[in-house]
């Protein structure tokens, strides 16, 4: 059975290393696996970047995101060779609707008031207050591993938040996706309603935001439940 590539989409105020405890489990299962740095600038511009990740990769993708990435891979998901979608603790927009919009359909949640705005160049840049990281993204993780990441965060730009989704994969491709229903940083309310909407074939972990530090086992299952189903439908 062909399996297909695991491209793993980070979330805002992380990197490629949030799915540390994850990529080994999948290697290990001799998944081909990609994790890519996403710019976190633009909704557009990142999902630009990652359809270039995507074009540069032979045969068939299973595209997983966490949190923002969710929305990134929303929008980057119409690629052809795209054939599976997996949601993980995220923001899953329809077409022309932003994050903004698709939030404030439900009560904030504690990431709101630990937001940090820090200007640059052209812009602003969204972070976590590093003392409030670990209540609001990783209470059921490991303290010391939290603290490195808490000073290691790559931030959001503001404007992503305001930017209109520009397509819909989940419209066209089949979606799996896990709801952290502990989650501080992304309302699980937002989860359910997303998921709901777009028929993700979902499931409910006890969990943190950081579900894929928290809960890796059940994350690393999904995505091998979803891989199996894409290739059993590719072979059929």
């Known amino acids: 059975m062909s399996l297909p590539t695991v ?41 630009e970047y990652i359809g270039s990740v995507l074009a540069a990769i032979e045969g068939p993708v299973l595209l997983v995101g966490h949190s923002y990435g969710c929305s990134v891979i929303t929008v980057a ?11 993980l603790a995220g923001f899953v927009p329809e077409e022309g609707e932003s994050l903004g919009e698709l939030q404030g359909r439900f009560p904030d949640s504690d990431l709101a008031g630990a937001l ?73 309310e937002v989860q359910y309603f997303g998921y709901r909407r777009a028929g993700v074939d979902t499931i409910e972990v006890d969990s943190s935001h950081l579900v894929m530090f928290s809960q890796p086992a059940a994350v690393a299952d999904l995505i091998r439940t979803a891989a199996k189903a894409m290739s059993a439908a590719r072979a059929s």
């Open 77 to 87: 998901g119409v690629a052809e060779n795209v054939e599976g979608l997996v949601y």
């Open 7 to 47: 491209v793993l989409v980070h979330g805002a105020f992380a990197d490629a290393s949030s799915f540390a405890r994850v990529v080994p489990e999948l290697l290990a299962d001799g998944l081909k696996v990609v994790v890519p740095a996403v710019p976190n600038r633009s909704l557009s511009g990142d999902a």
């Open 116 to 188: 940090v705005a820090t200007p640059f160049p052209g812009g602003v840049d969204l972070s976590v207050d590093i003392e409030k990281f670990p209540a609001v993204f990783a209470h059921d993780v490991d303290p010391a591993v939290t603290a490195v990441l808490a000073v290691s965060q790559r931030p959001l730009s503001a404007v992503a938040f305001g930017e209109n989704a520009s397509a819909a994969a989940w419209r066209t491709r089949p979606a799996w996706g896990i709801v952290a229903t502990s989650d501080h940083a992304i309302n699980p």
